[in-house]
């Protein structure tokens, strides 16, 4: 394929709410459309992004994207599908995102982050969580991926850090917090950074993340080791942020963790990339 182609409680009766209100975007027709095709074709997705965050945290937030998360090995099938519908479909970014196109509106076909860390598996269908979502009954992307994925954004233009606070707040106390931490890895720093923010953010709710998460996260943190790579020291900012810290690698030969042996991205995926911030 080318790189274009043509062609429960209070929070149960919140959601409950936002499932009875009609949907007025004038992209609905398009996204029901679309998944419609992807059901047909047995293509498995589930729904993340604005729409997700809306029934996940009660945060209404009407953008001109529908957001589906794939596994990797059905991206391209996933775009070809909707090809073959009549949109327009492009893998604009060959490491994590495609985009299928209707007019002004668009979906984000997403198989991985940004900056690499975070790529659909198995496990985000093994814990995928119902929810209605344009008048339709769809599989949402848990909340345990979705604090993932949205931890690791924090651009100069964007940062996620409201989303992931109000996700704690709502969740908190129900979540898979061993699968969590394992999802970090290594990057638990920014997990607990989350933490620190979230306590600042909604101290009367301090109490809902239990202390030993907390506990075992600063131990990590505080016992974790400088890392270097041909006896440069490696920059983690990268995960963060594309463009804040090019100079750091560019000018003082920091390693970009995202590279090989730390990270899984080639130099050609991250140019693409960061070419994407260099335009605005």
Same mark, same amino acid.
């Given at each position: 394929?080318?790189?274009s182609?043509?062609?429960?409680?209070?929070?149960?009766t919140?959601?409950a709410?936002?499932?009875n209100?009609?949907?007025h975007d004038a992209g =609905?027709?398009?996204y029901r459309?679309?998944?419609?095709?992807?059901?047909? =074709?047995?293509i498995p997705?589930l729904?993340?992004g604005?729409y =997700?965050?809306?029934v996940?945290?009660?945060?209404?937030r009407r953008t001109?994207?529908?957001d589906i998360?794939?596994?990797?090995k059905?991206?391209?099938s996933?775009l +070809?599908?909707?090809?073959t519908?009549g949109y327009?479909?492009?893998?604009t970014f060959?490491?994590?995102l495609?985009?299928?196109f209707?007019?002004?509106?668009?979906?984000?076909?997403i198989f991985?982050s940004?900056?690499?860390?975070c790529p659909? +598996?198995d496990e985000?269908f093994d814990?995928?969580?119902?929810g209605?979502?344009?008048?339709?009954?769809?599989?949402?992307?848990p909340?345990e991926e979705v604090?993932?994925?949205?931890s690791f954004i924090l651009?100069?233009?964007?940062?996620d850090?409201?989303d992931?606070?109000h996700?704690?707040r709502?969740?908190?106390a129900?979540l +898979?917090w061993?699968r969590?931490?394992e999802r970090?890895?290594?990057n638990?720093?920014?997990?607990?950074?989350?933490?620190v923010?979230f306590?600042?953010?909604?101290?009367g709710?301090?109490?809902s993340?239990?202390?030993w998460?907390?506990?075992r996260?600063?131990?990590?943190?505080?016992?974790?080791?400088?890392?270097f790579?041909?006896g440069?020291p490696v920059i983690q900012g990268?995960?963060?942020?594309a463009?804040?810290?090019?100079?750091d690698i560019?000018q003082?030969g920091?390693?970009d963790?995202?590279l090989?042996p730390?990270?899984?991205l080639?130099?050609?995926q991250?140019?693409?990339?960061?070419?994407?911030?260099?335009?605005?």
């Amino acid at each position: 394929m080318s790189r274009s182609l043509s062609g429960r409680s209070q929070e149960s009766t919140e959601a409950a709410a936002l499932d009875n209100q009609p949907v007025h975007d004038a992209g =609905a027709e398009f996204y029901r459309a679309a998944l419609a095709e992807l059901r047909t =074709a047995a293509i498995p997705f589930l729904v993340g992004g604005a729409y =997700a965050l809306e029934v996940h945290a009660g945060i209404h937030r009407r953008t001109k994207d529908l957001d589906i998360f794939v596994l990797e090995k059905d991206a391209l099938s996933c775009l +070809d599908v909707l090809a073959t519908a009549g949109y327009r479909a492009e893998l604009t970014f060959p490491h994590w995102l495609g985009k299928v196109f209707c007019g002004e509106e668009f979906i984000d076909v997403i198989f991985n982050s940004g900056n690499g860390c975070c790529p659909v +598996d198995d496990e985000w269908f093994d814990y995928a969580r119902p929810g209605r979502v344009l008048n339709l009954d769809l599989p949402l992307c848990p909340v345990e991926e979705v604090i993932w994925q949205k931890s690791f954004i924090l651009e100069r233009d964007r940062c996620d850090v409201a989303d992931v606070s109000h996700l704690l707040r709502r969740h908190a106390a129900t979540l +898979d917090w061993n699968r969590l931490i394992e999802r970090f890895g290594n990057n638990g720093s920014v997990l607990f950074a989350q933490l620190v923010l979230f306590d600042f953010i909604f101290p009367g709710h301090r109490d809902s993340v239990p202390v030993w998460v907390q506990q075992r996260l600063l131990h990590e943190h505080q016992t974790a080791r400088p890392q270097f790579v041909g006896g440069a020291p490696v920059i983690q900012g990268t995960l963060l942020s594309a463009s804040q810290y090019l100079r750091d690698i560019d000018q003082e030969g920091y390693h970009d963790v995202r590279l090989p042996p730390t990270g899984r991205l080639s130099r050609e995926q991250i140019a693409i990339w960061t070419a994407n911030f260099m335009q605005h």
